[in-house]
């Protein structure tokens, strides 16, 4: 357990204080109670004045560690705020994550880079300076970790061929894990395609032998998967086949194109004029954001203009998601290290030096034509250390968001679709002889549907899994508004769960502003008639009403006479009939 300010140790004098600090950080934000401390600190054996040494032993951290690290005393207990620090632990435990999918996703060189910089953070025995009951309840838990991850690693250097190198540290690591049957395993790979078909099987029957004095079991099915593999030579332990030409290929990362893509035929047609390459206007930067309100199909669109433009940019494609799976931004140093790595640039995940990720990022994609990808913006700051500086790439971005000023952006708003194209994609994803039979009861659900693609392609999705389902009543379900958006749910794909995170990243004035609207007795309005039946002032509504078209929640159009906004069927209901429209309720009275 340490500290460092400015490369600096921190001075932390004692196994108590260091104790208390581990144990903060290790909560990862959450209270630890003052019982915990104390048992943490002394066992079963506390002194008589535990909460005064307690108190004593917070001061001295809060000293040393200075008003960037709060610890804070919240009842029962106390808990740690680490700011901006960096804690070495979840930083393992991050580029650890990262190797692994990396790993699942089969890029094994970037699995084993981020793997090795994971490993590269551990420096000798975990907590080896804090009390044995801390130890004894955290150092198990740690070491797994570890170990999970080393054995990751070398499954990586195995399958790069590296066999060879391997081989003394997996020696090592059976004698200091002599159960871990995986690790065995990776030991026997290591020695038979290093010719020693011997060695591999007299590690098979020491570690037989160990787990059945030790443990009174026998091996299990990944070590007896491997015997069985060298005794017969199977390609399970097969030395790799060299594929330097496939490391060298360019990178083709774009994900897969929706086969039954409808609609859109304008933006696709801009797209496939603009966004190649052309001798005339090569010097031009090709940047294009689609936006639009949640479900629009913005991604969809991207990746089909991508595709379609696909042999215009020989140098390869990457694609990024620059949100995680729960909405929050990816921080730029961690994407830019990914696509670093699928442009062959061997960078070591711990760098977190943004400006020199940028320069060689730039560097190595300047004078290529590659197709870019950045799927889910956050915010302009977030984007900008991910546009190249040459003109030759092309870069395709989505955001729900109207970005901030960027050079060289030519934006498409995407709009609800047509009843004709809503019809037409639920038609393209049905079986036609449905469609036929019912084709009245197909328009009528592609109309609840209300423009929005995702609500078309769940709709489709509930479709195929009933087939001797009518569409009638399907229609008949949808037509009821308040059991709507509970259908327009599947396999993953929600409606309202995609409106609400929608809502959920919008300012309090904003939210407030989007959650009274469903009051107005109409879909399109304009600023004058929403400030009369709102009884609020024009201009402030006007403001409110602009910064919600931003977020893509609300579209405007530039009507003869007086401009007037819209409000999505959808967003309209799900904001009347949610949890939020209570929020307000309660927020006015």
Aim: hydrophobic content about 45%; charged content about 25%.
């Amino acid at each position: 357990m340490e500290a460092r300010r400015d490369g600096e140790p921190v001075v932390l004098s004692g196994t108590k204080v260091k104790t208390v600090l581990a144990a903060l950080l290790l909560a990862r934000g959450r209270v630890v109670s003052d019982a915990q401390l104390s048992q943490l600190l002394w066992g079963w054996n506390p002194p008589a004045t535990v909460s005064a040494q307690i108190y004593t032993y917070i001061s001295r951290l809060r000293m040393r560690l200075g008003e960037n690290v709060r610890i804070e005393r919240r009842l029962p207990g106390y808990a740690l705020d680490t700011g901006n620090a960096l804690v070495d632990f979840r930083e393992f435990e991050r580029l650890s994550r990262l190797g692994t999918e990396a790993q699942e996703a089969g890029d094994v060189e970037r699995a084993g880079a981020l793997l090795r910089d994971a490993l590269d953070l551990w420096r000798g025995t975990a907590l080896s300076n804090v009390t044995e009951f801390l130890a004894d309840a955290e150092l198990p838990r740690l070491e797994e970790a570890r170990a999970v991850t080393l054995e990751n690693r070398i499954e990586a250097d195995l399958e790069l061929g590296r066999h060879r190198q391997v081989v003394p540290e997996l020696t090592a690591l059976v004698a200091e894990f002599p159960v871990r049957e995986r690790m065995r395993a990776h030991l026997m790979k290591a020695l038979y395609q290093c010719g020693r078909q011997a060695d591999a099987l007299t590690a098979y029957h020491e570690g037989r032998r160990v787990l059945a004095d030790e443990l009174g079991v026998d091996p299990g099915a990944e070590l007896t998967s491997v015997y069985q593999a060298v005794l017969t030579g199977d390609p399970l332990v097969a030395p790799p086949a060299r594929r330097a030409a496939a490391r060298t290929a360019p990178p083709a990362l774009l994900p897969a194109d929706i086969p039954d893509f409808t609609g859109r035929s304008a933006e696709l047609a801009e797209l496939r004029r603009l966004l190649p390459p052309a001798e005339d206007r090569s010097w031009h930067t090709r940047r294009f954001l689609v936006t639009g309100m949640p479900g629009i199909g913005k991604t969809a669109l991207a990746v089909r203009a991508a595709n379609e433009c696909i042999d215009a940019f020989p140098d390869g494609q990457l694609y990024v998601s620059l949100r995680h799976p729960d909405g929050l931004p990816v921080d730029p140093r961690d994407l830019l290290v990914g696509m670093l790595r699928s442009l062959g640039e061997p960078v070591g995940a711990g760098e977190s030096n943004l400006d020199e990720l940028v320069r060689l990022y730039r560097t190595r994609t300047a004078g290529r034509r590659l197709l870019i990808l950045l799927d889910n913006a956050v915010s302009e700051l977030q984007l900008s250390p991910l546009l190249p500086g040459a003109p030759e790439p092309g870069v395709l971005i989505t955001s729900q968001t109207l970005l901030g000023p960027i050079g060289g952006l030519h934006t498409l708003v995407l709009s609800p679709l047509g009843a004709k194209e809503s019809f037409q994609m639920l038609s393209a994803a049905v079986d036609p002889a449905r469609i036929a039979a019912e084709p009245q009861s197909a328009m009528d659900i592609a109309q609840y549907c209300a423009g929005l693609p995702l609500a078309v392609r769940i709709v489709a999705t509930r479709l195929a899994a009933r087939p001797s389902s009518s569409l009638r009543r399907f229609a008949d379900r949808l037509a009821d508004p308040h059991g709507r958006l509970r259908e327009l749910q599947a396999r993953g794909l929600s409606v309202p769960r995609s409106l609400e995170a929608a809502i959920d990243r919008l300012g309090r004035e904003q939210r407030r502003l989007l959650l009274l609207l469903p009051r107005l007795d109409r879909e399109v309005f304009s600023v004058r008639s929403a400030a009369r039946s709102l009884g609020l002032a024009a201009t402030p509504l006007e403001a409110g009403l602009e910064a919600l078209v931003d977020q893509g929640l609300l579209s405007f159009s530039d009507e003869p006479g007086e401009p007037v906004y819209r409000l999505n069927s959808l967003v309209r209901l799900f904001a009347g009939t949610s949890g939020y429209a209570r929020e307000v309720q309660r927020s006015a009275a």
